[in-house]
């Protein structure tokens, strides 16, 4: 079994639900007491919060790399960063250290392609709805359309992750509010969801949507465990 290193604290309360669902996943293929090996190398997240709206991803880039050269220098034999947004400097990170990253937005597209989905709505944070590093990967390298919601939609999105989720609020006002986003583009054409933002999976889950949801925390989680066990 390879360790797990994974960068985590953005926020904890989705790096919490990876530390559950990786633990799980390997109880489940290999059974009785056995559990991953595994480092975490937890940020604080206010200063990441803090880069991110001053547009500082200079400086957050460097959180990330300096955090996975731990991990890598304490033991860890693969990647896992706990977060859709921060996957914005992944190739960068990639190139800091000499093992594999587990790329969030492909752990999610493979599971989209074999189901045989083309269009996609994507939800997350506004970095995530809105730049190029998380659409256009799944564009250029699965060949998905992905549509997200109108500008007001968005930052009602982005607000409830950044003000309820990642403080562990949760609102049932505000699933609401998603519910409806999440209605607006099947509307459009959404074939399926993708749960863009690690903290949305504690607000909505399949049993709330009438099309597939796609949960990146759980579909990453459970990639490093395939990679760490093959």
Known sequence: MKTIGLIGGMSWESSLLYYQIINQHVKKRLGGHHSAKSLMYSVDFHEIKTLQHQGNWAEATNIMIESAQKLEKSGADLIVICTNTMHKMAHEVEEAVSIPLIHIADSTANEIVKDGIQKVALLGTAFTMEQDFY????????????????????????????????????????????????????????????????????????????????????????????????
């Open 135 to 230: 659409k256009g990967r799944l564009s250029e390298k699965f060949g998905l359309e992905v549509i997200v919601p109108n500008e007001v939609d968005r930052s009602v999105v982005h607000d409830i992750i950044y003000q309820e989720l990642c403080l562990g609020i949760i609102n049932e006002e505000s699933k609401q509010m998603y519910l409806k986003i999440i209605n607006d583009l099947i509307q459009q054409g959404a074939e399926a969801v993708i749960l863009g933002c690690t903290e949305i999976t504690l607000l909505i889950s399949q049993d709330d949507c009438v099309i597939p949801v796609y949960d990146t925390t759980r579909l990453h989680a459970v990639s490093a465990v395939d990679f760490a066990l093959n």
